[in-house]
């Protein structure tokens, strides 16, 4: 828009030459109008001071914040001023405080180091009595024998087992648990197969490679081969077969073996031929027993001689020899030669007093089990050792007299 060339003076001019505007309304109606317009803007008296009291606490809130985060610093500086006071105090310079950390750490170590040794000297100690506490319930544990102790709700079975080099029976005891309703044949026949010949180092016997029952009314027990069983020519002779269960059943309440074929009369057993029966013989007594050391094994098998002695002085006296054949070698030292030797038949106690020369210690523990088997084949119930330099052999009290075991060769297949 161009700007305007006219003066003030024109302008007035050209005004007076426009035409009259006039307001024909009444002055008064003119003030109304303008009065009711200036009511209707103003605000209510009572909201001012809500107003205000809204401003004021607005106000607050927005301030009381920043008030905080002033006095922090301010705190925190007031504590480290004071932290610095109280290290100015004790007067320590940075190096004493080193020193002392050094020190601090030293302490703590050793007091760790203290507290482990503790640890460790009471973990000894608590292995210390549960070894102790384990001897206490189990005296037998590291003994050969199976002891009275150890039989209470047991049914003790002995099976007659080839050695490795299927020379020699060794008697193979377990004790199993007693069930009511099975006889003791029942139990020796569901146990067979659970043996562990191999891993005790013998010869793989049972189960009898046959099918066997018990006619407990005639005391017959009934065994019937296959055609091809392996006694005949096999690993296992049929000596061995007629012997191991000779011992193995003797005073058990078999009479007799009766013999099939796969449901035949007889079977054939090699050098013996034909044999259609066996009679089960009374148990031997009177046996001495030696040492056999299975190979690779520290602890010996207790075994019978086949020889059975009229009195117990020559079977201790067997005892101090081997008997090479059979690989079986002396249970009591060459110098066992017992001053004095007296037998209580009434009681069942039998009264051995050692010569002075005899060293009785810690190592004489299979020995004695040996002494007390043999012993047991003669009849006696209880052995009392005397003269020897030492009270207590294992569990057993040398002051007492001495139970004979149950039974020899203990094992375990539960």
Known sequence: MKKSQLSDKQLEELLRDMP???????????????AHRSEKRRLPAWLYPAITAVAVILLAFILTPGMLDLNQPENQSMD????????????????????????????????????????????????ERFMAEEDIADPYADLTALYPGETEGKRVITYAIPDANV??????????????????????????????????GLSEFYPIDAEITYDQASLVMKVDFKQSHPYKNGSVSSDMLL????????????????????????VDLG??????????????????????????????????TKEAFNSIEPAFEQMTKSVASLNLRPSLPQNFEPAKIEADQENKV??????????????????????????????????????????????FNLDETIPVPVAPNKKNIE
């Open 20 to 34: 009259k505007v006039k307001d024909h309304r009444d002055p008064r109606d003119i003030y109304l109008n303008i």
């Open 80 to 127: 480290s001023e004071s932290i610095e006071h109280q290290e100015a105090k004790v007067g320590q310079t940075g190096d004493e405080k080193a020193a002392f950390d050094k020190v601090s750490i030293k302490s703590d170590n050793d007091e760790s180091e203290n507290d482990s040794l503790e640890l460790m000297d009471e973990k000894e100690k608590e292995t």
């Open 167 to 200: 020379q020699t029976l060794v008697p193979v005891t377990v004790a199993m648990p007693s069930v009511e309703s099975k006889t003791w044949i029942d139990t020796f026949m569901d146990t067979m197969g659970l043996l562990k010949e191999k891993e005790w």
């Open 243 to 266: 012997r191991g269960m000779e011992q193995s059943l003797a005073g058990q309440g078999v009479a007799k073996l009766t013999f099939t074929t796969e449901g035949k009369p007889g």
């Open 271 to 304: 050098n013996f031929g034909n044999i259609e029966e066996h009679k089960i013989p009374q148990q031997k007594r009177g046996r001495a027993f030696l040492f056999l050391y299975p190979k690779g094994a520290d602890q010996p098998y207790l075994v019978p």
């Open 350 to 395: 039998i009264k051995i007093n050692l010569n002075d020369g005899m060293e009785v210690n810690d190592g004489f523990k299979p020995a004695l089990e040996a002494i007390l088997l043999t012993a047991k084949e003669f009849g006696f119930q209880e052995v009392k050792i005397d003269g020897a330099n030492t009270k207590q052999v294992g569990p």
